[in-house]
């Protein structure tokens, strides 16, 4: 929030490393899925998605439907910077789906919304 972006990067992997190191598969992806943020904040598009992914293959073998959803939710935001659109439709509607098989109404609704911005 502060623009402070290669100290939260640090605080980050330090987070992730000593999560690593305690066996909280949780706490480590979810520092990964804040590096690609951060990457994605930055510009740093193929980073951002290499980075996005990981976390949501992550988040889907641990089992979080919100984390896979919220990691889909920002690649297609990054398809529809770069203008991938077809990627874009893919990643909000696997994000749609499942933002409505966990009730988050809401997330579900900005993910049709940014489909319909697309079409």
């Known amino acids: 929030m502060l623009d402070e972006y290669s100290e939260a990067t640090e ?33 740093e598009y193929p980073a ?11 988040f889907q073998q641990i089992g979080d439907k919100l984390g896979a959803a919220q990691c889909l939710q920002s690649l297609g935001n990054i398809h529809k910077v770069l203008n991938k659109f077809s990627e874009a439709i893919e990643m909000f509607t696997e994000a749609q789906s499942l933002y409505e098989k966990i009730g988050k109404q809401k997330s579900a609704e900005y993910c049709s919304q940014q489909i319909n911005f697309i079409h």
Do not use: Y
């Open 11 to 43: 605080a980050l992997r330090e987070a992730q490393s000593q999560f690593q190191q305690i066996g909280n598969k949780m706490g480590a992806v979810q520092c990964l899925k804040s590096l690609g943020d951060i990457h994605s904040a930055l510009n």
């Open 48 to 58: 951002a998605t290499e980075t996005l992914q990981e976390a949501q293959s992550q």
